[in-house]
């Protein structure tokens, strides 16, 4: 049984690549292979392989540059899924997604459930939402896995950034109105991978099938994230001109940007982790694992 992994390199699908090549033959397909703007190209491309299962970790998510660009974001994020929804039901194939805390407005006042109304407040959460709505409407079998502040070692990320500037600048002004739960990729790819591991030894089964939100425990904000990553790093030696104490709290208001983000981006992992069987680790757990490499990779 075949799992076809689309996305290959972006950060969540090299970690795919990790996860789930022990269980099973994987192909995977960055976008030089699956084109998600060319829907006679994917749809060959499934036929040819024949997957048991899909694993979509291609988008869209240049979530600024979809307010210029809505088409394409709806062409990668929800037409292409739809598509592959379609080809991978002809198969009998489960088909796994990942979807975002911005299909909510931000509005509530503690973490997302599942089942709570979406209201996106830009292109890019409106793309992410007809995804869903499009795999769940063209696949019964499926798994949706909404996450949010995903970041990896591998390419651009929070705490590579505050680093640089924290090393460039004597002060830092960071969002500090805006909650959530930093998440790293190696996280989403391990539990995805439980779950993979399920379906392929009861591909019958259904009982897993539906959205579940997959994010680290516990919540922060932009300004006390980047906190603790200059705490982090000053401990492992790292030379930095701005203190944790030197990074200044501002609303998101005083950083405007072409799309506007949720407020809140808390969600409610309770149904997965029950789900699995599994607990989900704070999110400093993984933050400090990142910093302490890239603090290490510096000093040697």
Do not use: C
């Not at 739809?82 to 039901?89: F, S, Y």
């Not at 931000?106 to 973490?111: E, F, I, R």
């Not at 982790?273 to 400093?284: I, K, S």
Request: a positive charge; glycine letters at 8%; aromatic letters at 8%.
């Amino acid at each position: 049984m075949t799992i076809l992994l689309l996305g290959k390199d972006g950060q969540l699908g090299w970690e795919l690549q990790r996860s789930l090549s022990p269980l099973a033959p994987l192909a995977a397909f960055g976008r030089a292979g699956a084109d998600f703007e060319d829907p006679v190209g994917l749809r060959d491309l499934v036929a040819e392989l024949r997957p048991a299962i899909i694993v979509n970790a291609a988008a869209y998510t240049a979530v600024d540059k979809a307010e210029r660009e809505p088409a394409k974001a709806f062409r990668i994020n929800a037409e292409a899924v739809g598509l592959l929804a379609e080809e991978a039901a002809k198969l009998d194939a489960w088909m796994v997604h990942y979807s975002t805390d911005y299909v909510f407005d931000g509005a509530k006042a503690s973490p997302y459930g599942e089942d709570d109304a979406t209201d996106p407040l830009s292109v890019y959460g409106r793309s992410k939402r007809r995804g869903e709505q499009a795999l769940a409407e063209g696949n019964s079998r499926h798994l949706i896995f909404r996450t949010s502040w995903v970041f990896a070692a591998r390419g651009a990320n929070f705490a590579k950034t505050m680093l640089r500037l924290a090393a460039e600048r004597d002060r830092l002004d960071v969002v500090a109105d805006q909650h959530g739960a930093p998440t790293s990729a190696e996280l989403v790819a391990d539990l995805t991978a439980l779950a993979v591991h399920r379906l392929l030894r009861d591909p019958a089964s259904g009982s897993l099938a539906g959205t579940y939100h997959l994010a680290a425990a516990g919540e922060t904000s932009w300004h006390g994230y980047a906190r603790f990553v200059l705490e982090r790093a000053r401990a492992g030696g790292a030379v930095l001109r701005v203190a944790p104490d030197g990074v200044r709290p501002i609303p998101a208001r005083a950083y405007p940007s072409p799309a506007r983000r949720p407020a809140n981006s808390r969600l409610d992992t309770s149904k997965l982790a029950a789900a699995l069987g599994v607990r989900m680790p704070d999110w400093r757990f993984h933050v400090a694992r990142l910093v302490d490499e890239l603090v290490g990779r510096k000093r040697t």
